[in-house]
């Protein structure tokens, strides 16, 4: 939603990154508010997966320029763990394995962590327990799952969900998901989306990387930006993305040429 003088939380001026060496990221520029949903869209290659790392601060990518500011802090000196306990969230395109961790304990150390960075009192195996089974309904995940060892033997759409769950009980400031509509059937599809869009509120912020108008369906974003070659090359409504699926990515790039 587009709240009128609503705090800034993440501002993106001219990045530039580059994994093994070669760049990827060529000046890259973005600005989400507080209460906004933003989806990047792109072709493969574009950049969009190594713009979530970036935020994330994978160790893989070397930012070679530019600033990201998130909530008036220098992000870019901050350890991906202290990124994520103030409040960045990144759903992975393909979740991780983590055999011999039960799900539950993941869940609940990664829960308290973040509390613990706020100043709030840790929550102590009984008092999860009744908050995790609570935010399961989020997403419609049976509590078997809770058992099991972090998404070891997880379906795709198993995997998203869980994802999802991480994001209900962290309340992220900002989330950043990446391609979590890759590998859904339509069902899961509308139960991911439906719990991203409980967990959307005005002092929190959302950005979506897609390649596909579907995801937009249940999940309208207030801005849709094309990237190319490292760089957001134009910026529009949800419309935008109906524009993009009927008309492929090609004449974004040839205006761009033209400019």
Known sequence: MIIDNSDVILSVRNLT????????????????????IHAIMGPNGSGKSTFSKVLAGHPAYTVTGGEVIYKGQ?????E???????GVFLAFQ???????????????????????HEGLEE???????????????????????????????????????????QMALLEPTLAILDETDSGLDIDALKIVANGVNQLAKPDNATLMITHYQRLLDYIVPDFVHVMAEGKILTTG???????????????VKQEEVAV
């Open 17 to 36: 990154a580059d994994v093994g060496g070669t760049p990827i990221l060529k000046g890259l520029n973005l600005e989400i508010k507080a209460g906004e």
């Open 74 to 78: 220098n992000l870019l000196e901050l």
């Open 80 to 86: 991906p763990e202290e990124r994520s306990r103030s």
């Open 94 to 116: 393909y979740p991780l394995e983590i055999p011999g961790v039960s799900n539950l304990d993941f869940l609940r150390v990664s829960c308290n962590s973040k509390r613990q």
């Open 123 to 165: 929550l102590d195996a009984f008092d999860f327990d009744d908050l995790v089974r609570e935010r399961l309904d989020v997403v419609k995940m049976d509590p078997a799952f809770l058992d099991r060892s972090v998404n070891e033997g997880f379906s795709g759409g198993e995997k998203k969900r869980n994802e999802i769950l």
């Open 237 to 251: 409504g949800k419309e935008l993305a109906q524009e993009l699926e009927a008309k492929g990515y090609d004449w």
